[in-house]
């Protein structure tokens, strides 16, 4: 599983959920104990509220924080929260509103390659904890201290997620090569079939039908000169053996000539793929009770598959894609990708859509391509 994924999975778990809520709640406890009046407040009560509902509403923001995906609108809502933060840390000094400028300047860098904006809020954020705290104590090395730790968290983040993209591409390396260590295996293990299947062919094949056309002649000549029943017998039998030897030997060529032909875990394969190559999500379910599928339904389900994948690719790098496969009547295919947008037609011309299609009216099935509200489906249907 690549850092990505671990992250999304990490993240979205309620776990993880529950963490980024923090900041939050830190902020409704330290209001609630400003309202009792016992700490000092450098603004009213009044700004003190405000600041604190900001700040709450503005944590919503760091829920929108994914992996490997720009921030978008969360990006805003995360300098909002920076900024209304630091000014409750200034406000309520004997707080833990110290916490919000760290928690702040590592969501802006940990998730994602950072821009203009997420600096933007790295700075507000050392800004915002080391001018409080000197007003606060009167000690620049303890405004200084602060800012540095506040910078030295913002590189450890920083440096852990170039470590994680690090090793998400070794791990990508690591399973092209896997992949091409097993496709060199498999094109070595058909080569060596196709050369044992042309020495059965021409060896022992062509000797049992010459031993089994000798044994015929022999048989005729026994009969010719009279012979006794019981050698006549001998060499039909030992004919028969030969012809059924020659029947077995010939259908062990074929069977070592034919061609592998894709399951359903070829199928799960090329998600799999696609998920590591692209960094996106990718799902495979199977729906239904699992059965055996003739050759080319197999090679059908598998090359529409690949095919879909690909425009995906092409047409919406990274967009999450989910493939369904259901045992039903007929057997249904459906390869989902989500773009957020509907997007428009495919444009004429190409191939691809074609080529699946006559694929899918070589099995007498149907296939349909087009824009959803959110992204693009293909949905092939194939007689049970």
């Known amino acids: 599983m690549s850092w990505t994924l671990a992250g999304q999975v990490r993240d979205s778990s309620v776990p993880g959920l529950l963490l980024r809520a923090v900041p939050g709640v830190i902020t409704i406890i330290?209001?609630?104990?400003?309202?009792?009046?016992?700490?000092?407040?450098?603004?009213?009560?009044?700004?003190?509220?405000?600041?604190?509902?900001?700040?709450?509403?503005?944590?919503?923001?760091?829920?929108?924080?994914?992996?490997?995906?720009?921030?978008?609108?969360?990006?805003?809502g995360m300098l909002v929260f920076t900024a209304a933060g630091c000014l409750l840390w200034y406000a309520l000094p004997a707080s833990a509103m110290i916490v919000i400028p760290y928690w702040a300047s590592r969501g802006a860098v940990r998730y994602f390659r950072p821009g203009r904006l997420e600096w933007a809020v790295v700075a507000v954020s050392i800004v915002g904890v080391s001018v409080p705290l000197y007003i606060t104590t009167r000690s620049a090395p303890g405004a200084f201290g602060a800012a540095f730790g506040l910078v030295a968290l913002t590189l450890a983040a920083v440096n852990r997620r170039s470590r994680e993209q690090q090793l998400e591409e070794l791990e990508v390396s690591l399973a092209r090569k896997q992949a091409a260590i097993e496709e060199h295996g498999r094109a070595a293990a058909l080569a060596e079939r196709a050369r044992?299947?042309?020495?059965?062919?021409?060896?022992?094949?062509?000797?049992?039908?010459?031993?089994?056309?000798?044994?015929?002649?022999?048989?005729?000549?026994?009969?010719?000169?009279?012979?006794?029943?019981?050698?006549?017998?001998?060499?039909?039998?030992a004919q028969g053996l030969a012809a059924e030897g020659l029947t077995e030997a010939r259908r062990a060529v074929a069977a070592l000539r034919e061609d592998a032909v894709p399951d359903v875990r070829a199928l799960g394969d090329l998600v799999t793929a696609y998920r590591l190559e692209s960094g996106a999500e990718a799902s495979f379910e199977v729906e239904g009770a699992e059965r055996e599928l003739p050759a080319e339904v197999m090679s059908t389900l598998y090359r529409t598959v690949q095919e879909?994948?690909?425009?995906?690719?092409?047409?919406?790098?990274?967009?999450?894609?989910?493939?369904?496969?259901?045992?039903?009547?007929?057997?249904?295919?459906?390869?989902?990708?989500?773009?957020?947008?509907?997007?428009?037609?495919?444009?004429?011309?190409?191939?691809?859509?074609?080529?699946?299609?006559?694929?899918?009216?070589?099995?007498?099935?149907?296939?349909?391509?087009g824009p959803t509200s959110t992204g693009w489906r293909v949905e092939l249907k194939v007689p049970a």
């Open 196 to 237: 044992i299947a042309r020495d059965m062919h021409d060896v022992l094949a062509h000797s049992l039908a010459g031993l089994s056309l000798s044994l015929q002649g022999a048989r005729l000549m026994l009969v010719r000169d009279g012979a006794s029943p019981e050698a006549i017998e001998q060499v039909t039998r």
């Open 30 to 76: 330290s209001v609630v104990v400003a309202a009792r009046g016992k700490d000092e407040q450098r603004l009213p009560f009044w700004a003190v509220v405000v600041l604190g509902v900001i700040v709450v509403v503005s944590n919503v923001s760091l829920f929108g924080l994914k992996y490997g995906e720009p921030p978008g609108p969360a990006g805003y």
């Open 308 to 369: 879909a994948l690909v425009n995906t690719r092409k047409h919406a790098p990274r967009a999450p894609v989910q493939v369904r496969l259901s045992y039903g009547d007929p057997i249904r295919l459906v390869v989902d990708d989500t773009q957020d947008k509907r997007p428009e037609r495919a444009a004429p011309g190409g191939y691809g859509l074609l080529g699946m299609r006559e694929r899918a009216d070589l099995v007498g099935g149907s296939l349909e391509a």
